[in-house]
């Protein structure tokens, strides 16, 4: 039996990354059931998640802290002492580069083996932050490279840019992002809008996308509705674009929702128009709800999306090849059903957690053996 402990933080709610990380264990616990045993440590505001839910139904034991409302200091204090108290195991999984560093002592007393999925690029992402936000940040990514033994990366893509400019290749293998792949279901949706889920923020190109809009609608008056699903930062710089470009009422904000897979139903085309995307979750998700995904040709988006097959790739931040591509989806309902077809079995081969469980066990018994 193999023993696996994570700790998930859940003071600001569950992150994309630990929730990849959910939806990989679900997987596995799935596939290897009375041969594997999963301890979830989180706090309480991690239960109001579907997925989590799932997991504790399938027989994980989950210590489910209600100290959310505590100061960052003794709320990771309370996760540590936590995860002391836990018991013996084989290996402990984080999530973050963040998680790992706080807690490493901790789980090297209690695990045999430390390992860390890597969800991003920190070099990158930190870039806008403060100074001290970027320093800590910087610190924690790359002491947790180095204390960690072995790292899963969410794409080829993120690991070969960590191992060229950063090295720790022996480390690394590439285990893409799982999704719900329940939640999806397929449904008619012919004349639907077309669709972005994502957090408002600059990287995400949703302001590309209400150009490509406001550039259609200089040649065709028959211009679908865009339903922006997410919230963030840029909420007011996009509705002032929307504005100034005179496709504000072609646009709804629709603001964070916690039921992704409903607007994803409903639209004709799913949307990602990202400058910057080490794995891409929306698009697997359009995937699996069998519609056609337009994506920027970047990052890990190149290993969900292929091209002409489950979808389109356009060009990074050219909102004009952008709406080419929309006009060649929306005025073709035959390639729209080939390629959401295409989509949702691509989805089913490569990235259910029960297709990447089997990757997930080889990934743990290569640490044990390291």
Same mark, same amino acid.
């Given at each position: 039996?193999?023993?696996?402990?994570?700790?998930?933080?859940?003071?600001?709610?569950?992150?994309?990354?630990?929730?990849?990380?959910?939806?990989? @264990?679900?997987?596995?616990?799935?596939?290897?059931?009375?041969?594997?045993?999963?301890?979830?440590?989180?706090?309480?505001?991690?239960?109001? /998640?579907?997925?989590?839910?799932?997991?504790?139904?399938?027989?994980?034991?989950?210590?489910?802290?209600?100290?959310?409302?505590?100061?960052?200091?003794? /709320?990771?204090?309370?996760?540590?002492?936590?995860?002391?108290?836990?018991?013996?195991?084989?290996?402990?999984?984080?999530?973050?580069?963040?998680?790992?560093?706080?807690?490493?002592?901790?789980?090297?007393?209690?695990?045999?083996?430390?390992?860390?999925?890597?969800?991003? /690029?920190?070099?990158?992402?930190?870039?806008?932050e403060g100074v001290g936000s970027r320093l800590i940040g910087m610190v924690a990514w790359h002491a947790s490279l180095r204390l960690a033994d072995l790292i899963a990366v969410c794409s080829d893509w993120l690991?070969?840019l960590v191992e060229t400019n950063h090295g720790y290749g022996s480390k690394m293998v590439t285990i893409h992002n799982p999704i719900d792949f329940d939640r999806f279901k397929v449904e008619g949706a012919e004349?639907?809008?077309?669709?972005?889920?994502?957090?408002?923020?600059?990287?995400?190109?949703?302001?590309?996308?209400?150009?490509?809009?406001?550039?259609?609608?200089?040649?065709?008056?028959?211009?679908?509705?865009?339903?922006?699903?997410?919230?963030?930062?840029?909420?007011?710089?996009?509705?002032?674009?929307?504005?100034?470009?005179?496709?504000?009422?072609?646009?709804?904000?629709?603001?964070?929702?916690?039921?992704?897979?409903?607007?994803?139903?409903?639209?004709?085309?799913?949307?990602?128009?990202?400058? /910057?995307?080490?794995?891409?979750?929306?698009?697997?998700?359009?995937?699996?709800?069998?519609?056609?995904?337009?994506?920027?040709?970047?990052?890990? @988006?190149?290993?969900?999306?292929?091209?002409?097959?489950?979808?389109?790739?356009?060009?990074?931040?050219?909102?004009?090849?952008?709406?080419?591509?929309?006009?060649?989806?929306?005025?073709?309902?035959?390639?729209?059903?080939?390629?959401?077809?295409?989509?949702?079995?691509?989805?089913?081969r490569n990235f259910t957690p029960e297709a990447v469980a089997p990757k997930l066990m080889s990934f743990y018994l290569d640490a044990l053996r390291s």
């Open positions: 039996m193999i023993k696996i402990v994570t700790v998930i933080p859940a003071k600001g709610g569950i992150t994309g990354a630990s929730m990849a990380l959910v939806n990989s @264990l679900l997987g596995f616990v799935g596939l290897y059931g009375r041969n594997v045993k999963v301890t979830v440590i989180t706090s309480h505001n991690a239960l109001k /998640y579907p997925t989590l839910g799932k997991l504790i139904r399938r027989g994980v034991r989950c210590h489910a802290l209600r100290v959310d409302r505590f100061p960052a200091l003794v /709320y990771w204090s309370l996760l540590a002492m936590k995860l002391l108290l836990s018991g013996r195991h084989d290996v402990a999984h984080f999530s973050t580069p963040k998680a790992l560093f706080i807690l490493f002592p901790a789980a090297r007393l209690v695990a045999r083996k430390v390992v860390l999925t890597l969800e991003g /690029y920190p070099p990158y992402e930190l870039s806008e690991r070969s004349g639907g809008p077309l669709v972005i889920v994502a957090r408002l923020h600059r990287v995400k190109g949703i302001d590309v996308a209400i150009r490509a809009l406001a550039h259609l609608t200089e040649s065709s008056p028959d211009v679908p509705e865009l339903l922006v699903v997410g919230d963030g930062p840029e909420r007011p710089r996009l509705e002032r674009l929307s504005e100034e470009l005179g496709v504000a009422d072609r646009v709804e904000f629709l603001g964070h929702r916690p039921d992704p897979e409903r607007w994803m139903r409903l639209a004709r085309v799913v949307i990602v128009p990202s400058r /910057y995307e080490p794995f891409g979750m929306p698009a697997a998700e359009a995937g699996a709800a069998g519609r056609p995904v337009i994506a920027s040709a970047i990052g890990g @988006l190149k290993e969900i999306v292929v091209d002409g097959v489950t979808g389109l790739l356009a060009r990074p931040d050219d909102h004009v090849d952008l709406a080419f591509k929309i006009q060649r989806l929306m005025s073709d309902e035959n390639a729209r059903r080939r390629m959401g077809e295409a989509a949702r079995a691509r989805v089913l």
